[in-house]
């Protein structure tokens, strides 16, 4: 572990007897890649500064949008670890340049349509303090539509590195990894353009241990002009089988329609039964602006407020 990740916060220790004791968080490394996403970026950077985490380093990596993007910046730029908006070679290529400038010692990155719930990384920080064992973790997935309303669930089975190697259902923007596990299996590859969190996942899962937590880490967002909605039924289903070959990985044929089955039915009585789950009200229908805190000494406020189902 580099010399910068090993400094991390500390802060007052809340409810300790002695007024002077202190915890000790782990500073967690957040990437956002962000090409021509005005009409959602300044959400996905509120989401991620209104943690209110003292720990944070939020690297964003612009491609040089010709949008409103910077002007929706603009008002976070202090924020920022690390900011640059540039030509890239595409969001794979953004996001391991990302890291590459990533101090911390648990690492994840957030796409610019995408937003982390309230409460997250309170939540993965003390999970990752309590469970030493575990390398990294993921969520079941909340699907939110252009305008914040929550549309959808995947509601996950345990991990099993058997189901998840084969079959892509860890919903990306809901993971968190510790820093050895990224210096000992690698950064993404960016020869990928769609499968590129796939590829990293199996990879990681061959050399850590995996846990789904029954939480809700974020929330992924459907929109006409998303990548998953556009790029799945082709460049989705070359690279899926590409990943497939690149580890040897046997699929039973109708494996996967099963899990998306199970899926299905655990998120329909999930719905049904109004169960509780951490991160988020029971139910769909409503808006995260419900849930979000209100909070202005957490953020600064612009002028600006503004893959798919199994």
């Known amino acids: 572990m580099t010399p910068a990740a090993m400094q991390n916060t500390n802060v007052p220790s809340v409810g300790a007897a002695d007024p002077s004791a202190s ?43 010709t949008d409103d993007t910077l002007e929706r910046l603009e008002p976070y730029r202090n924020r920022f670890a690390h900011f640059e908006s540039r030509p890239d070679g595409g969001q794979s290529a953004a996001v391991a340049d990302g890291f590459r400038h990533a101090t911390g010692d648990l690492m994840a990155y957030l796409n610019s349509d995408d937003v982390l719930l309230p409460g997250t990384l309170s939540f993965v920080a003390q999970f990752f303090s309590r469970n030493s064992d575990v390398a990294f973790i993921y969520s079941h997935r909340c699907i939110i539509d252009a305008n914040d309303r929550v549309v959808g669930h995947w509601i996950l089975p345990r991990h099993s590195n058997y189901l998840m190697e084969r079959w892509d259902f860890i919903p990306q923007e809901t993971c968190f990894w510790r820093r050895t596990l990224f210096e000992e299996a690698g950064n993404l590859d960016p020869s990928f353009a769609f499968a590129m969190d796939y590829d990293l996942f199996v990879r990681y899962m061959r050399r850590g241990r995996f846990k789904r937590v029954d939480r809700f880490l974020a929330a992924f967002r459907v929109h006409e ?16 089988a590409k990943v497939r070959s690149k580890y040897g990985l046997q699929i039973v044929p109708g494996g996967g ?19 509780r789950v951490g991160g988020l009200p029971p139910g769909k229908g409503f808006s995260l602006d419900t849930v979000r805190p209100h909070d202005p000494s957490n953020a600064i406020r612009g002028d600006h407020t503004r893959r798919m189902s199994p």
Do not use: W
């Not at 990437?31 to 964003?60: C, D, H, K, M, W």
């Not at 990548?227 to 899926?240: L, N, P």
């Open 23 to 65: 915890v000790v968080l782990p500073r967690i490394s957040i990437v956002t890649p962000s090409f021509n996403q005005g009409a959602f970026i300044e959400r996905t950077v509120r989401s991620v500064i209104e943690q209110g985490y003292p720990a944070l380093e939020y690297i964003v990596m612009d491609g040089g949008s």
């Open 225 to 240: 002009n998303a990548k998953t909605t556009r790029h799945m039924a082709t460049i989705g289903k070359q690279e899926i």
């Open 257 to 275: 329609k099963a899990l998306s089955l199970l899926v299905r039915l655990q998120s329909g009585i999930y719905n049904r039964l109004r169960r």
